[in-house]
C-alpha cells in the first residue's frame, strides 16, 4: 500500500498564498500521476491539478495562473503552490497517488480563505 501524508493548509487572507505539500512512501514503484482534488462543502470533490512522472502538468481553469504543482521525484512528494487565493478557494484538499498498482488519497488538508 502507499501511505500519504500531506501537511500546510491552513487559514489564509484573501490575496495570501499558501503552499500543500504531500508525501508518499510505502509499496512505491512508479509513479504514474500525482495530484491535487479539493472538496467545498456542498459540492463534488474535483480535479486541482496533477503533474506526470514525465513533468506534464494539466490545472482546472480557474485556478490557472495562480497555482503551480510540482514534484521532488527522489522524495515522493509532490507540492502545490497557491497564490492569490480567493474565498472560492475555500475546500478540503486531497491528496492523489497513481502508481502502477494503487490509486491512493490523503487525509486531506483544510484550506479556509478569508474574505
Known amino acids: 500500500q502507499v501511505q500519504l501524508v500531506e501537511s500546510g493548509g491552513g487559514l489564509v487572507q484573501t490575496g495570501g498564498s499558501l503552499r500543500l505539500s504531500c508525501a508518499a512512501s510505502?509499496?512505491?514503484?512508479?509513479?504514474?500521476?500525482m495530484g491535487w482534488y479539493r472538496q467545498a462543502p456542498g459540492k463534488q470533490r474535483e480535479l486541482v491539478a496533477y503533474?506526470?512522472?514525465?513533468?506534464?502538468?494539466n490545472y482546472v481553469d480557474s485556478v490557472k495562473g495562480r497555482f503551480t504543482i510540482s514534484r521532488d521525484n527522489a522524495k515522493n512528494t509532490v507540492y502545490l503552490q497557491m497564490n492569490s487565493l480567493q474565498p472560492e478557494d475555500t475546500a478540503v484538499y486531497y491528496c492523489?497517488?497513481?502508481?502502477?498498482?494503487?490509486?491512493?488519497w490523503g487525509q486531506g488538508t483544510q484550506v479556509t480563505v478569508s474574505s
Open positions: 492523489n497517488v497513481l502508481t502502477t498498482t494503487y490509486d491512493s
Open positions: 503533474i506526470t512522472s514525465g513533468g506534464f502538468t
Open positions: 510505502g509499496s512505491i514503484f512508479k509513479i504514474n500521476r
